[in-house]
């Protein structure tokens, strides 16, 4: 049985994942954890009735009642970065979902998890079909070097480009050389028209109600043109990325970026 306390269970994601290591035979929930709750216990909310799980509004009051396996993260990007290291400080194997860490960011839990001998987990997302979106750009863009990236979210998401974008485009750029795309002597006449740069592709952010995770990823050259598209209609979506994860996390001895190294 894997030990879970899940991050942010009150938010969007967290809420889905909190359902499914309740569902699930193999883990057990033994904490959850979100400053903006106000109960002791999940049992005193509606929809968790049957669940006898402490509630901890501080990761502090948490380490100090429960000991868990695996810490899953759907918070916010400004403390995402320190709950991972908190985990790893602590051999807590973090399975986190959050997106926003800088590649130097990732870096240094690589580095910390290799200290502590703890597995873990940062995929910036968990759908497979996400997962094959971004091998499939990263196999044509070897063809097609010119290429756009366009993601659409709900308007409820804090950070542009999202993570699923920034993984594609350094996924591309490992088998692309930097490229300036579009004319060189092109001009926006409105600042942002022409999306973020990363190494020359252009990425993209709708934000919109009623979306829930797509991206797009465009590639052009002469005479043709393919496009590759995922599109999550629902964040159960995420589920078996992050299952899947909670399970591989526990056997390994550092901490990896993108859920398509454990697939
Ligand atoms: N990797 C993936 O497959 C996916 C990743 N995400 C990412 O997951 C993150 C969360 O997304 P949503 O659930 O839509 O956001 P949300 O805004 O619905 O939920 C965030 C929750 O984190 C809580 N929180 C804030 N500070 C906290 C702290 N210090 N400790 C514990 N909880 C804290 C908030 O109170 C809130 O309940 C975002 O970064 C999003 O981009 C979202 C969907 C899929
Ligand atoms: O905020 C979201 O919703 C999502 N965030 C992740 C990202 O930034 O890529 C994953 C997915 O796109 C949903």
Same mark, same amino acid.
């Given at each position: 049985?894997?030990?879970?306390?899940? *991050?942010?269970?009150?938010?969007?994601?967290?809420?889905? *994942?909190?359902?499914?290591?309740?569902?699930?035979?193999? +883990?057990?929930?033994?904490?959850?954890?979100?400053?903006?709750?106000?109960?002791?216990?999940?049992?005193?909310?509606?929809?968790? @009735?049957?669940?006898?799980?402490?509630?901890?509004?501080?990761?502090?009051?948490?380490? $100090?009642?429960?000991?868990?396996?695996?810490?899953?993260?759907?918070?916010?990007?400004?403390?995402?970065?320190?709950?991972?290291? +908190?985990?790893? &400080?602590? &051999?807590?194997?973090?399975?986190?979902?959050?997106?926003?860490?800088?590649?130097?960011?990732?870096?240094?839990?690589?580095?910390?998890?290799?200290? /502590?001998?703890?597995?873990?987990?940062?995929?910036?997302? +968990?759908?497979?079909?996400?997962?094959?979106?971004?091998? +499939?750009? !990263?196999?044509?863009?070897?063809?097609?070097?010119?290429?756009?990236?366009?993601?659409?979210?709900?308007?409820?998401?804090?950070?542009?480009?999202?993570?699923?974008?920034?993984?594609?485009? $350094?996924?591309?750029? $490992?088998?692309?050389?930097?490229?300036?795309?579009?004319?060189? *002597?092109?001009?926006?006449?409105?600042?942002?028209?022409?999306?973020?740069?990363?190494?020359?592709?252009?990425?993209?952010?709708?934000?919109?109600?009623?979306?829930?995770?797509? !991206? /797009?990823? /465009?590639?052009?050259?002469?005479?043709?043109?393919?496009?590759?598209?995922?599109?999550?209609?629902?964040?159960?979506?995420?589920?078996?990325?992050?299952?899947?994860?909670?399970?591989?996390?526990?056997?390994? @001895? !550092?901490?990896?970026?993108?859920?398509?190294?454990?697939?």
């Amino acid at each position: 049985m894997i030990k879970i306390v899940v *991050a942010g269970f009150k938010g969007k994601m967290g809420a889905t *994942a909190t359902q499914m290591v309740i569902d699930r035979d193999n +883990f057990q929930l033994v904490g959850v954890l979100d400053p903006h709750s106000t109960e002791s216990n999940l049992n005193q909310i509606g929809q968790y @009735s049957q669940t006898d799980v402490p509630v901890f509004q501080t990761k502090e009051d948490l380490i $100090e009642s429960v000991q868990p396996d695996v810490w899953i993260d759907f918070t916010i990007p400004a403390v995402a970065f320190e709950n991972t290291k +908190f985990a790893l &400080k602590r &051999k807590i194997a973090p399975v986190v979902g959050t997106t926003g860490f800088s590649e130097e960011e990732v870096k240094q839990l690589v580095g910390l998890s290799q200290q /502590q001998q703890t597995g873990g987990l940062i995929a910036p997302n +968990f759908a497979v079909g996400a997962v094959l979106m971004m091998e +499939f750009a !990263q196999k044509a863009a070897k063809y097609f070097p010119d290429v756009e990236i366009l993601e659409l979210h709900h308007d409820n998401k804090l950070d542009a480009p999202s993570g699923t974008a920034i993984k594609t485009a $350094e996924m591309i750029a $490992e088998v692309r050389e930097p490229k300036v795309q579009g004319n060189p *002597a092109e001009e926006e006449l409105i600042p942002g028209a022409r999306g973020a740069d990363y190494q020359g592709m252009r990425i993209h952010s709708v934000r919109l109600p009623g979306l829930i995770a797509h !991206q /797009q990823v /465009q590639f052009g050259s002469l005479g043709e043109g393919l496009t590759i598209r995922h599109d999550s209609y629902d964040r159960s979506s995420f589920m078996t990325g992050v299952a899947l994860g909670c399970e591989k996390v526990v056997g390994l @001895s !550092q901490l990896v970026y993108g859920l398509e190294k454990l697939l």
